[in-house]
């Protein structure tokens, strides 16, 4: 048997020739429903499709690097705060291209698009020179044989470079006078002669890489970006949803192909196009339009962007109210949602981010180094400030150095009269 369609006359089938009909009067279509399509979870799609793309998860990613890198550090050793350090000169000019809070807001935003932040130390004749940040999908942690991370790879184009991870290394060698060798079997190596840390959010799955607050925004974030592309298609097409015009004469019959070219221009030139918007379909000869797609209305459109958009602002700990989104009354009003905001979203993080560059700097630099942030100089926390200084204030029974220690001042000296 030919297993080729049509088949001969001579295949075996009886001479039989293909089955042809004419004269149709109608259609049927199928559809299946098919599996919806994600955005990659790889950085650059989820910076592309998200930050770049959407506007509340620009706005979301915004609002917190920039309030975060806003709050002032402080610098403590043992119990002794610093107002001069090297390290705190560092931090305020980390290189000739970014100032402090450029520099924070950039790591910030890593760390919520990409759940990883990679910052590398650049030393030369044993001091601190400049720290400069890695893009997250440049970079891949490289372990040891027994899975523990050591090094970061960075890869741009064909380049290839080891950084390893830690300072304390590199300052061990320094002091006990092997750093030129140490120095010499890095650039060996093809390694940095700095060190790098790497910052994570918590991943339940994975052992050396963070989980984005992005991610978990996923189906949201498609949901919203589909609506958005959706509405503009509608308007291109004359804010209608598609249809069939079905032609059904009563003495049967089908359009010639004239009739058939001629009403298929008279449709694309007469009523394609947001210009031509509005315009009535004048229709006759058995003609008649069904609609094949929802409407705006029957799709519940706003409301459906509004639930993905909360669910956005949701993943990222941004109150809703904060990013314009109506239907939200969680709080009472708008300095509410700000207070909660700075207290549950950026100074966890901020305190964080202080804990893994002390963990990291602080054995390059020497001596008990602790970096944190000063709540006291945050403006979102203004209302808070002020209500606790009237209740101490309003305290009698407790004294002036009291009062100052329970604000987190130090004792106040006494005049020499007194």
């Known amino acids: 048997m030919s297993f080729k369609?049509?088949?001969?006359?001579?295949a075996g089938n009886g001479g039989a020739l293909p089955e042809r009909k004419s004269g149709g009067q109608g259609f049927v279509a199928l559809h299946a429903q098919g599996e919806a399509r994600w955005t990659r979870r790889d950085y650059a799609t989820l910076a592309r499709e998200g930050f770049m793309r959407n506007p509340v998860v620009h706005r979301a990613v915004r609002l917190i690097s920039e309030a975060a890198s806003a709050v002032p550090w402080l610098l403590y050793e043992g119990a002794a705060e610093l107002d001069d350090h090297p390290l705190l000169k560092l931090l305020d000019r980390p290189n000739q291209r970014q100032a402090g809070a450029s520099f924070l807001e950039a790591l910030y935003g890593h760390l919520l698009i990409a759940g990883n932040a990679y910052v590398e130390l650049i030393e030369a004749g044993g001091d601190m020179r400049e720290l400069h940040l890695l893009r997250p999908?440049?970079?891949?942690?490289?372990?040891?044989?027994?899975g523990w991370p050591v090094a970061l790879d960075y890869r741009e184009g064909s380049a290839k470079r080891r950084v390893p991870l830690g300072a304390s290394a590199l300052r061990q060698a320094h002091d006990s006078g092997q750093a030129a060798s140490a120095l010499r079997q890095a650039q060996g190596e093809g390694a940095s002669t700095g060190s790098a840390?790497?910052?994570t959010l918590f991943h339940p799955l994975d052992d050396h890489y963070g989980f984005p607050p992005l991610e978990a925004a996923l189906m949201a974030l498609d949901t919203h970006n589909a609506a958005g592309r959706w509405n503009k298609a509608l308007l291109d097409n004359s804010a209608r949803p598609s249809g069939a015009l079905v032609y059904a004469p009563k003495e049967g019959g089908n359009l010639t192909d004239e009739q058939f070219d001629r009403l298929k221009a008279e449709l694309e030139e007469g009523y394609a196009g947001t210009t031509r918007a509005g315009r009535p379909l004048l229709l006759e000869g058995g003609l008649d339009w069904k609609a094949m797609g929802m409407t705006p209305k029957d799709m519940d459109f706003i409301e459906a962007k509004h639930s993905a958009s909360r669910d956005i602002a949701l993943a990222f700990g941004v109150p809703p109210m904060l990013l314009g989104i109506p239907g939200d009354n969680t709080y009472a009003n708008y300095q509410e949602a700000n207070r909660a905001f700075y207290r549950l979203t950026v100074?966890?993080?901020?305190?964080?981010?202080?804990?893994?560059l002390s963990a990291w700097l602080a054995p390059a630099f020497g001596g008990e180094l602790r970096l944190w942030f000063d709540a006291d100089?945050?403006?979102?926390?203004?209302a808070e400030r002020d209500a606790l200084w009237a209740r101490l204030g309003a305290a009698e029974f407790l004294s002036d150095d009291e009062k100052?220690?329970?604000?987190?001042?130090?004792?106040?000296?006494?005049?020499?009269?007194?």
């Open 5 to 10: 369609w049509p088949w001969p006359r001579n």
């Open 137 to 146: 999908d440049r970079v891949s942690v490289a372990t040891d044989s027994a």
């Open 197 to 199: 840390a790497h910052l």
């Open 347 to 356: 100074l966890p993080l901020v305190a964080r981010t202080a804990k893994d």
């Open 377 to 382: 100089r945050i403006e979102g926390l203004a």
């Open 404 to 418: 100052r220690e329970a604000v987190g001042y130090g004792r106040g000296s006494r005049g020499v009269g007194e």
